[in-house]
């Protein structure tokens, strides 16, 4: 860095100290290179490049706020800044486990987790137009619908459980699927 770029990088601390938010953009535009690089080799679970951007651009500002520049070098301090501030946030993270797991207890009194909460047991015919359109179909249609779908079995085990061959069960499947699909978007009635 030549001797103008530091007075002049001087001259805008002493202008943003006093409030003037123009120099301290400035400031942080002149900083931008550099960040970028540093940010690129730099992982923390859950950040992004734009976070630790953000991270160093706070830095700055209060590298602006504190660093006294008739004692230190601006530009060193507020590199020193950016990298102890990005290195503290590391130990941090990687010391706590901010992750949460959905079998774990909703509180320390409850018996009960958030899968529990989460769980929706309401698998049966609950909407009413689904269950006029289900209805609509043929009994051997719902049987297959209700065997595939909401009970569980795949297209080989209802095959085999209703004795027809397997892709018989694939036309029935799709051709029901298509009646309740026309039924729900009220192509058919």
Same mark, same amino acid.
């Given at each position: 860095?030549?001797?103008?770029?530091?007075?002049?990088?001087? $001259?805008?601390?002493?202008?943003?100290?006093?409030? &003037?938010?123009?120099?301290?953009?400035?400031?942080?535009?002149?900083?931008?290179?550099? %960040?970028? &690089? !540093?940010?690129?080799?730099?992982?923390?679970? +859950?950040?992004?490049?734009?976070?630790?951007?953000?991270?160093?651009?706070?830095?700055?500002?209060?590298?602006?706020?504190?660093?006294?520049?008739?004692? !230190? &070098? !601006?530009?060193?301090?507020?590199?020193?800044?950016?990298?102890?501030?990005?290195?503290?946030?590391?130990?941090?993270?990687?010391?706590?486990?901010?992750?949460?797991?959905?079998? +774990?207890?909703?509180?320390?009194?409850?018996?009960?987790?958030?899968?529990?909460?989460?769980?929706? &047991?309401?698998? $049966?015919? $609950?909407?009413?137009?689904?269950?006029?359109?289900?209805?609509?179909?043929?009994?051997?249609?719902?049987?297959? %619908?209700?065997?595939?779908?909401?009970?569980?079995?795949?297209?080989?085990?209802?095959?085999?459980?209703?004795?027809?061959?397997?892709?018989?069960?694939?036309?029935?499947?799709?051709?029901?699927?298509?009646?309740?699909? +026309?039924?729900?978007?009220?192509?058919?009635?």
């Amino acid at each position: 860095m030549s001797y103008h770029y530091n007075t002049n990088l001087n $001259s805008l601390v002493l202008k943003a100290k006093s409030g &003037n938010k123009e120099s301290l953009c400035e400031i942080l535009n002149s900083f931008k290179p550099f %960040i970028k &690089n !540093f940010c690129k080799n730099i992982y923390i679970k +859950n950040f992004d490049l734009i976070d630790l951007y953000e991270e160093c651009c706070l830095s700055i500002i209060l590298s602006v706020k504190k660093c006294d520049i008739k004692k !230190f &070098n !601006f530009t060193a301090y507020t590199i020193c800044s950016i990298k102890n501030n990005i290195f503290y946030k590391i130990r941090t993270y990687s010391k706590s486990n901010k992750e949460m797991s959905l079998d +774990n207890k909703v509180s320390f009194d409850e018996d009960f987790t958030f899968l529990d909460i989460l769980k929706d &047991n309401s698998n $049966s015919f $609950s909407s009413l137009s689904l269950h006029f359109a289900v209805n609509s179909l043929t009994a051997t249609e719902r049987d297959l %619908i209700k065997n595939i779908f909401f009970l569980g079995y795949s297209s080989l085990e209802y095959s085999k459980q209703s004795e027809i061959n397997y892709r018989t069960c694939l036309r029935r499947r799709k051709k029901a699927l298509k009646k309740l699909k +026309n039924k729900l978007i009220n192509k058919d009635g």
